[in-house]
């Protein structure tokens, strides 16, 4: 696949590791392992403008319409050849090779794809034909559309194969979010939109933390990020998956972007923690 035996690496999430429209893999610092990606965005539109997007050329704009035969044979190979080829032992560390999850994460929003439900029940039926019924199924999302009817149906469906989601929340009041996420969003709504997920589907919190022209993350915006998750029902979260500014960002907002240390991001951590979440982090 790779004559160059190039190794994934958790810093590297470039999507044309191999030469495939839709799946891509990578090495995943959050998952622990090889994570298998289907980008449903390879037009790199988006409906929000997050200030740390790895995403080249990235767009405002929703999913093209996807071409599902194809999207079926690529990930069928792919996961054959995971399972049964060499790509692990030629392009993997040997720490990182497990499939941890097939993951729809990609160039922006997947679930403004407009037959999403219809690829996720696919996408269920070729991860069963393959073996691998265990390996969860994961929709990393900015929750912006998770009202709608038709995203709730694939949550669902994706409940039932025993997947779940990972919700983007970066922020407590609007202006934080329009500067982080680049979107004019209340976080009422965002929050509500938050328990309708959860309630639908298991659901973490996905949070990036980083300095802000050198300033971290302050007492008043944690409380405001706090209270928007209060607003949702913490009893109805999974948890919270902080992380840093692991890779550059792409966005010309990249220059106000500097990393936590570590210890910074734990202190935050023990903060949720404190209030009864589960909390995973990932600087």
Known sequence: MNPDRQMLTVTDHNRGFIDMTYVYPVVSRRAGGVSVGINLNPNNACNWHCAYCQVPGLVRGSAPEIDLPLL???????????ANGHFMEEHVPPEARVIRDIAFSGNGEPTGCRNFAEIVARVVTIRDAAGLS??????ITNGSLAHRPAVQDALKALARAGGEVWFKLDAGTREDIARINGVDVHPHAHAQRLAQCASLCPT???????????????????????????????????????YGVARPSFQPEAVHLQRLDPEEIEAIAA??????LAVAVSP
Do not use: H, N, S
């Open 72 to 82: 079926e044979r690529e990930l069928a190979g792919f996961l054959d050849e995971l």
């Open 204 to 242: 973490w919190v996905q949070t990036c933390l980083f300095r802000w022209d050198g300033m971290p993350p302050t007492a008043a915006f944690l409380d405001a990020y706090m209270d928007t998750l209060k607003l949702a029902g913490i009893a109805l979260l999974k948890g919270i998956l902080l």
């Open 271 to 276: 903060r949720l923690r404190g209030e009864g």
């Open 134 to 139: 265990e390996i969860p199924i994961r929709l």
